[in-house]
């Protein structure tokens, strides 16, 4: 009598996605941003275990990383165009870049503190794959931000556009954050919550600190210190134009 053989059932994607293991094949600079997209569980082990070529998935990241901010901010810099030209990818670049070394030594901290066993330099890897990827989907929505940086002079809608794409990019690389914390073994997550809360709070301030962005002005940067939400609040009343000077 034959026996049938029962087919096995497909593996459902998020596994595949959370599958800790190697990297199939050389970390280039396709094959890196290949596997973050798909299989970022791979991109963490290499960073984490130091197996492969983990200074060269580094570098990829970096490069990549910068790159993808600095078109962003190009973009962003359409809107106003003159030396929002260069300046607007200077300070996204600078912007998040300086975000992420600020908060790198608190997040280090508080893995500790969640019973982590980690090294510095595995907290460096995973801040850099996390920062790559939201970059990555600010690239990807580059040209709908581009789109509107034409066709608007509400400087206000196109500044609240902009905050939702970066809303966008923070929800998933900060989940990054939050998956490498799953694949090492954190079962409470209060802190990494609590450390998510004050990278989101610095990457704002951080894009008031350094205005003009989308805005024209003669200066480089605004000499008034302001908290990013009365920076907000303050500029809703004006008529949202580039004329306006709203979001310097």
């Given at each position: 009598?034959?026996?049938?053989?029962?087919?096995?059932?497909?593996?459902?994607?998020?596994?595949?996605?959370?599958?800790?293991?190697?990297?199939?094949?050389?970390?280039?600079?396709?094959?890196?941003?290949?596997?973050?997209?798909?299989?970022?569980?791979?991109?963490?082990?290499?960073?984490?275990?130091?197996?492969?070529?983990?200074?060269?998935?580094?570098?990829?990241?970096?490069?990549?990383?910068?790159?993808?901010?600095?078109?962003?901010?190009?973009?962003?810099?359409?809107?106003?165009?003159?030396?929002?030209?260069?300046?607007?990818?200077?300070?996204?670049?600078?912007?998040?870049?300086?975000?992420?070394?600020?908060?790198?030594?608190?997040?280090?901290?508080?893995?500790?503190?969640?019973?982590?066993?980690?090294?510095?330099?595995?907290?460096?890897?995973?801040?850099?794959?996390?920062?790559?990827?939201?970059?990555?989907?600010?690239?990807?929505?580059?040209?709908?931000?581009?789109?509107?940086?034409?066709?608007?002079?509400?400087?206000?809608?196109?500044?609240?556009?902009?905050?939702?794409?970066?809303?966008?990019?923070?929800?998933?690389?900060?989940?990054?954050?939050?998956?490498?914390?799953?694949?090492?073994?954190?079962?409470?997550?209060?802190?990494?919550?609590?450390?998510?809360?004050?990278?989101?709070?610095?990457?704002?301030?951080?894009?008031?600190?350094?205005?003009?962005?989308?805005?024209?002005?003669?200066?480089?940067?605004?000499?008034?210190?302001?908290f990013f939400l009365a920076h907000w609040f303050d500029h809703l009343d004006g008529d949202g134009t580039v004329e306006n000077n709203g979001w310097q």
């Open positions: 009598m034959n026996t049938a053989t029962a087919n096995p059932e497909p593996e459902p994607a998020d596994l595949n996605r959370d599958l800790f293991e190697p990297m199939d094949g050389e970390p280039s600079f396709s094959n890196t941003f290949d596997t973050l997209l798909k299989k970022p569980g791979s991109v963490l082990y290499t960073l984490h275990h130091g197996k492969g070529d983990p200074g060269r998935l580094l570098r990829n990241l970096a490069l990549a990383t910068v790159g993808c901010l600095a078109i962003f901010g190009l973009v962003l810099g359409f809107y106003s165009g003159g030396h929002q030209l260069w300046a607007a990818p200077l300070k996204v670049v600078l912007g998040v870049l300086g975000a992420a070394l600020i908060t790198l030594p608190s997040l280090y901290i508080f893995s500790c503190l969640n019973g982590l066993d980690i090294t510095a330099r595995s907290v460096a890897g995973v801040m850099a794959a996390a920062v790559c990827l939201l970059s990555l989907l600010l690239l990807g929505l580059a040209p709908v931000a581009w789109i509107f940086a034409q066709s608007t002079e509400q400087i206000a809608f196109f500044g609240f556009l902009v905050l939702c794409f970066w809303i966008v990019g923070l929800w998933f690389g900060l989940g990054l954050i939050f998956r490498a914390a799953r694949l090492l073994g954190v079962k409470r997550r209060f802190h990494l919550a609590l450390w998510a809360a004050i990278f989101t709070v610095v990457t704002l301030q951080m894009s008031t600190t350094l205005r003009p962005i989308i805005g024209e002005s003669d200066r480089f940067f605004a000499d008034e210190k302001r």
